[in-house]
């Protein structure tokens, strides 16, 4: 399971509602590879916790949460 080569996820302005537990449960998105997930409506408190996962795995994070 998984995708392993995932490296870049854009979802850039889809004005989609984002869980990005998916993408923490996926071990291989780290350091280097880079999620783009600007103008979306991301509930930045219930999603803290996962994108602080991300950026501690070395991931690039970009979304619009002030704290990141």
């Known amino acids: 399971g998984g995708m392993p080569n995932l490296s870049y996820v854009s979802l850039y302005q889809n004005f989609v509602t984002i869980d990005l537990a998916p993408l923490v449960a996926n071990p291989t998105f780290e350091f280097g ?3 783009d997930a600007q103008l979306n409506p991301i509930d930045c408190s219930e999603q ?8 501690a795995r070395g991931a690039f994070v970009n979304t619009d949460c002030p704290s990141f």
Not at 48 to 55: G, K, R, T, V
């Open 33 to 35: 590879d880079t999620l």
């Open 48 to 55: 803290q916790s996962n994108i602080a996962e991300l950026l």
